[in-house]
């Protein structure tokens, strides 16, 4: 099983900018789809962004125009990259990895059952 470690969360003010890096165990990262979620305290877990194994992104639409997804493959590395973060951006944020199967639509990750691996999480606070 893929092992993910989350970094880069903490407490930032509102308007201010963070970059979550996750790092993967294992020798087949550029095979896998990575993902980001995130879960408020009494909401669910919802989906932030996904990058597929080629490379192409879906991001929700409430973090669109100021998250961004990548990865780096020679550091088994993804990273998301929050931009005009406001108080609703506030969460714990979860790495996901899975196998990326390529009949899959890119809309198939953006939803937990895509993903078999998860990180532990990291938190993000954006004060007013």
């Known amino acids: 099983q893929v092992q993910l470690v989350e970094s880069g969360g903490g407490l930032v003010q509102a308007g201010g900018s963070l970059r979550l890096s996750c790092t993967a165990s294992?020798?087949?990262?550029?095979?896998?789809?990575m993902g980001w979620f995130r879960q408020a305290p009494g909401k669910e877990r919802e989906f932030v962004a996904t990058?597929?194994?080629?490379?192409?992104?879906v991001l929700a639409d409430s973090v669109k125009g100021r998250f961004t997804i990548s990865r780096d493959s020679a550091k088994n590395t993804v990273y998301l990259q929050m931009n005009s973060l406001n108080v609703e951006d506030t969460a714990v944020y979860y790495c996901?990895?899975?196998?990326?199967?390529?009949?899959?639509?890119?809309?198939?990750?953006?939803?937990?059952?895509?993903?078999?691996?998860w990180g532990q999480g990291t938190q993000v606070t954006v004060s007013s």
């Open positions: 996901a990895a899975g196998g990326d199967i390529y009949y899959r639509d890119s809309y198939y990750y953006t939803a937990r059952r895509g993903y078999d691996s």
């Open positions: 294992g020798r087949t990262f550029s095979s896998w789809v």
């Open positions: 990058i597929r194994s080629g490379g192409s992104t």
